[in-house]
């Protein structure tokens, strides 16, 4: 097995005395896709901060390619190749797909004395950057990002992730908020990404989404890694039952059951 891109040992975080991550140890490759599933309140958004660079973990280590690593702030984290694609595509409505597509990175070009933004080159970088994933309906940088799809900011925001080094793509429920064909499409740009050598990390608590594109998977409860296992070990039925916490929803059934026994043996009596 090669190096993994990306690796958790033992990784714990708190914020005082409420432990939010306890002894995480994860590991993803290149060209890999990795599900982490969890309900609300897992501790997802907790660990992606942490591999992101906006919390430091309290103990434990994250290594790249074999070794350590610290991030200290986001900006580390991305300049070592880990691109992070939150809920909404981190795009700006009211900005052109050009210029949201390189804010922060604007290429320049000189205008007699002057530096200025260069809107040709950024709008055919762009495109032809979002249509490499299969977005063909966009062909003018200069149209708003307000006027596209959930789907379409989704993949503007990774085909940007990609553009800009992205080794390790961390999806942050990309398909909440989508309607089935613009989950499909987002599900078809995660495969290409996969397929382009990147090392992605799926975070959803849609099930029959990961299990669509998904090669290795993880499940979080309460900050604490319940599952980890491989494509094909686990039903889809099997996952769903974890993530809805498996005996404590058994017990809560049978609770159900005893007291629809109690109310009909009363109503006999």
Known sequence: ??????????????????????????????????????????????????????????????HMDGSAVQFASPREAADRGIQTVHQFGGTFPLMSIGRSFFVGAEPTRRWGPFTIYDRRRANDIAVKAVQEFGITRIDDGDRLVGGLSGGERQSLAIARAVHFGARVLILDEPTAALGVKEAAHVLRIILEARKRGLAVIFITHQVIHALTVGDHFAVLIRGEVAADFRRGERTREEI????????????????IEAHQRDIASAAVA
């Open 240 to 255: 769903t039952d974890l993530m809805a916490g498996g005996e404590q929803m058994a017990e809560l059934e049978a609770e």
């Open 1 to 62: 097995m090669t190096t993994p891109v990306l690796e958790l040992r033992g990784v714990n975080k708190s914020f005082g005395p409420i432990d939010v991550l306890h002894n995480i140890s994860l590991k993803v490759h290149a060209g890999e896709v990795l599900c982490l599933l969890g309900d609300n309140g897992a501790g997802k958004s907790t660990l992606i901060k942490t591999l992101a660079g906006v919390y430091r973990p309290n103990t434990g280590e994250i």
